[in-house]
């Protein structure tokens, strides 16, 4: 495949090439007239779950005959009776009507309010039409098991609710930043009908499957998470076809996995991506494989004829996350670098970052610290050089470390590498002392009115602090 050609053409051919082999499977069925009534995907592989769909869909029903022959629903604006009453109409054109819904209510009360939050608030950041009902579908589904209106997510009014209710009643942690695009979902949905829903129980569906014909009407249905708890999940896995697309277990798995995607874009593409580039874009952008296919194909187009891909265009195309700033902080504080650290910090409570976040990820940070001196005492006694580059560290170390097992070996090979560079910086007690120091941070944070500011810049002034 040549340079010049578009980046969408080079992605759908990848899209096309790793196509599950379950999922190919069924396409391949219904192209020979084998067709179920019903047919779900799920699972926080949300850019796979689209895909699978899209594909799905160009098995059942000739582009020409979309318009009139199939109706897309999103999840979150329909109730399961107008669901059942689009399956029930016959198409205008062609012998079998498609109904897709997209970000369907399967996931019961017990569903994850912090789950879904962060789903939406990164679609809504993407900032695509597309993506943006995505996001205000999650919220929507977020608010109705919540049993709270729409207006919930606005700045004022008497139904909004603050960062300390949503934290309180939700357990999500919502930051002032967050209010401005929450408020613009609020004005979002309401413009497209979007209300939150209550009813999960999908009663007027699952009579319908019963006596459901393929032959006139197909169901498409996409999910972030299910409770196959649900009659309606227990009868759509009877009579149709379930998918699930989750990420791989473990950090090993998923780096595997999505070293897998990555490689068959570079070389759809004809660009190499130097290993410092891979290790900046993965901190951006986690083991999130929608995330990372879209910073990748923005990065390729960023280069143009240039064949190498390094760290500095991926610094050029993809702007800093609330994720990778509270890195900087955690690293310089580990680093023991005063200077730098309340700068971040300051950097930080500027933008609006909630200050039990703040503390938390200073918490692990030492919390870390902590695994690899006992690490480098007892499992890992020999093995590690300091001083050693990430490249060795990744290739010679890691997979001794998880061959051990232990809590840390469940930490990203990144944050294992910093945190024994980091420990010769702390001895055991400097560490006793500064998860203490953090426990009466938190206990005064959430129990008295001191200034969040002071106590942070106090916290991060101590950890700090060198001893003579």
């Known amino acids: ?11 759908a051919a990848q899209l096309r090439d790793t196509m599950r082999e379950d999922i190919q499977k069924e396409i391949n069925a219904i192209k020979k007239g084998k067709t179920a009534p019903v047919y779900l995907f799920y699972g926080d592989q949300e850019y796979l779950v689209e895909q699978s769909e899209a594909a799905l869909v160009d098995a059942l029903v000739p582009e020409a005959d979309r318009a009139l022959s199939m109706v897309i629903i999103e999840g979150s604006a329909a109730e399961w009776g107008e669901v059942v009453a689009q399956l029930k109409t016959l198409p205008m054109f062609g012998d079998r009507k498609v ?12 569903s994850s309010a912090a789950n879904l939050f962060s789903r939406a608030r990164d679609a809504w950041a993407e900032g695509t039409e597309p993506r943006r009902k995505t996001a205000a579908g999650h919220l929507m589904n977020l608010l109705g098991a919540a049993g709270w209106p729409r207006e919930a997510l606005g700045k004022s009014g008497p139904d909004a609710r603050s960062p300390d209710e949503w934290r309180s009643e939700l357990k999500v942690a919502v930051g002032e930043d967050d209010l401005e695009w929450l408020e613009e979902a609020r004005s979002f949905a309401a413009e497209r009908g979007m209300t939150p829903k209550r009813d999960d129980r999908g009663d007027p569906l699952v009579e319908y499957l019963k006596e459901a ?19 309606i999940y227990k009868t ?21 996995a999505l070293k897998e995607e990555i490689d068959r874009i570079l070389e759809e593409s004809g660009k190499r991506l130097r290993a410092d580039a891979f290790t900046r874009l993965e901190r951006k952008a986690g083991f999130d494989l929608r995330k990372f296919v879209q910073e990748l194909t923005k990065i390729i187009t960023y280069v143009g004829e ?19 700033s509270i890195f900087e902080l955690t690293d310089a504080i580990g680093s023991r670098n005063g200077p730098a650290a309340l700068k971040r910090l ?5 933008q609006n970052h909630h200050p039990l976040e703040i503390l938390g990820s200073i918490h692990r940070e030492i919390k870390n610290l902590y695994l690899a001196t006992d690490y480098i005492r007892g499992a890992m006694k020999g093995m590690y050089e300091p001083g050693m580059i990430y490249g060795s560290f990744q290739k010679n170390i890691v997979p001794k470390i998880m061959s051990k097992k232990g809590l840390f070996s469940k930490l990203h090979p990144f944050v294992m590498y910093k945190a024994l560079e980091h420990r010769e910086n702390f001895d055991r007690k400097d560490l006793e002392e500064a ?9 005064r944070l959430k129990s008295t009115r001191a200034d969040p500011r002071f106590v942070l810049e106090e916290i991060v002034f101590k950890l700090c602090a060198r001893k003579s």
């Not at 009407?217 to 996409?222: C, F, H, K, P, Q």
């Not at 759509?236 to 595997?256: D, P, S, Y």
């Not at 300051?346 to 500027?350: A, K, N, P, Q």
Request: charged content about 30%.
């Open 1 to 11: 495949m040549t340079d010049s050609m578009a980046p969408l053409d080079w992605q």
């Open 99 to 110: 109904v897709v819904v997209r970000d369907a209510r399967l996931a019961g009360a017990g």
């Open 213 to 231: 014909d393929s032959k006139t009407s197909v169901l498409i249905l996409t999910a972030v998470d299910v409770d196959k708890r649900l009659g």
């Open 236 to 256: 759509i896995e009877k009579v149709g076809k379930v998918f699930e697309l989750t990420a791989a277990r473990g950090e090993k798995a998923q780096r595997a």
């Open 306 to 324: 240039k064949k190498e891909i390094g760290s500095d265009d991926v610094e050029a195309v993809v702007p800093q996350t609330r994720e990778e």
């Open 346 to 350: 300051t950097d930080l409570l500027d």
């Open 435 to 443: 998860l203490l120091m953090l426990a009466a941070a938190d206990l």
